[in-house]
């Protein structure tokens, strides 16, 4: 079998507009949306939603670039209009950091977190419902080889590493 890390490759492979579960579909327009008129956006929810996801295929749909955590962000400069930094701790004063750090080139920033940011920012809250969990084991069954287990939980990355690891979004 596999590993996670396998999988998670093909599914970043695969991160399109007809991958996307309906609660993702949704909140990619609001996003999408958001990023025109917002210069600071905090996308959030619980570990295994399909955050990263989401953020792979919006990315791929704008342009914008992706920065899969803070440490990344710091390595380089910010060469694009919109930044998408993933697995930000969510604590304010490194929001607005990064924040400070990234909206000196860029027109908006994105942050990806488990819990929202407590402060006045554009918030996108993805949760995933049973109907969202069908279309993702359907669409990981197709690339992946993954087959659904009896859990009821919603935790897709979870369900990828076998309940093993410590899952993230």
């Known amino acids: 079998m596999a590993s996670w890390i396998q999988h998670h490759n093909v599914l970043k492979q695969h991160a399109s507009l007809s991958f996307l579960t309906p609660s ?8 999408q949306s958001q ?14 939603v399909g955050k990263t996801f989401l953020a792979w295929v919006l990315c791929a749909e704008t342009g914008a670039l992706y920065v899969p955590s803070p440490a990344r962000l710091r390595e380089g400069r910010v060469a694009s209009t919109h930044v998408v930094v993933d697995d930000v701790d969510g604590g304010r004063d490194e929001s607005r950091e990064i924040w400070q750090d990234v ?17 006045h920012v554009a918030h996108a809250h993805l949760q995933l419902r049973p109907d969202d969990l069908e279309v993702a084991v359907q669409n990981m069954s197709r690339v992946c080889g993954f087959h659904r287990d009896s859990g009821n939980g919603i935790n897709l990355w979870a369900k990828l590493r076998g309940g093993h690891q410590h899952a993230s979004g």
Do not use: E, F, H, W
């Open 35 to 48: 990023m025109q008129y917002a210069n600071r956006i905090n996308l959030y929810g619980d570990a295994g």
């Open 24 to 31: 993702q579909s949704n909140l990619l327009c609001v996003l």
């Open 103 to 119: 909206l000196q080139a860029a027109k908006s920033a994105l942050l990806i977190t488990r819990s929202p940011i407590q402060d």
